[in-house]
């Protein structure tokens, strides 16, 4: 573990051996983990959504229809579904996003994992991947029709903790420097991604669940 993380790792437990990629349903590398929170379940939810984020509808036939038809008809979806990634061996616990305009081709979005391990405060950690939407086509790798995204993921991570900040409920927000070994790479979809490395972290302050 780098000695720059030992303080954090002391901070919360879960950080000492954290996973840095997300990974398809069939075990192929998905979207870098770029941010994290510390907090319960109802703060993680409280906040996002106070940061003017949606929480994302789930995977079916009535929401594929209906991305389906607002797409044709560049209708806004605020709260469209996202595809399952995976992180500790299980799909995300948590998805949010913060439309484009109309258009649900373009989208921001965030997937969170809650961590097993708890702080000495009794809170969970929760590792997230936010990542851009800038077009819809189809897959690099299978051919399906799928979103693509932008390869910039540090301009995501920071416009979320932008996002968060104005909430005036983040404490403690730190950058884990460094976290990712690889600085570029490509998602399931094959769509390419680069970073500076750095995991942008923060505790939301204690004001509830």
């Not at 806004?76 to 996003?97: I, K, T």
């Not at 009794?122 to 997230?128: D, E, M, S, V």
């Not at 790798?141 to 900040?165: C, K, M, P, S, Y």
Request: proline share 6%.
């Amino acid at each position: 573990m780098p000695l720059v993380w030992r303080g954090y790792s002391r901070w919360h437990p879960a950080l000492k051996n954290c996973p840095t990629i997300s990974t398809t349903a069939d075990g192929h590398p998905g979207d870098p983990i770029n941010v994290a929170l510390i907090g319960g379940e109802g703060a993680v939810n409280r906040i996002i959504r106070s940061a003017g984020w949606f929480l994302a509808d789930p995977l079916g036939l009535r929401s594929d229809l209906k991305i389906a038809a607002d797409t044709v008809l560049e209708r806004s979806y605020d709260d469209a579904p996202v595809s399952n990634l995976f992180l500790f061996g299980r799909r995300e616990d948590l998805a949010f996003e913060k439309p484009v305009g109309h258009d649900p081709k373009q989208r921001h979005h965030v997937r969170f994992w809650k961590s097993t391990e708890l702080d000495d405060k009794g809170r969970p950690l929760w590792f997230g991947s936010v990542t851009y939407d800038k077009r819809v086509g189809l897959s690099y790798t299978t051919g399906q029709i799928t979103h693509h995204i932008d390869a910039d993921i540090d301009v995501e991570r920071d416009g979320l903790f932008d996002d968060l900040n104005r909430t005036g409920e983040i404490v403690d927000a730190q950058f884990i420097d460094p976290f990712h070994k690889a600085r570029e790479g490509h998602n399931g979809g094959g769509d390419q991604w680069h970073t500076d490395g750095r995991l942008r972290l923060g505790a939301i302050q204690l004001s509830g669940p």
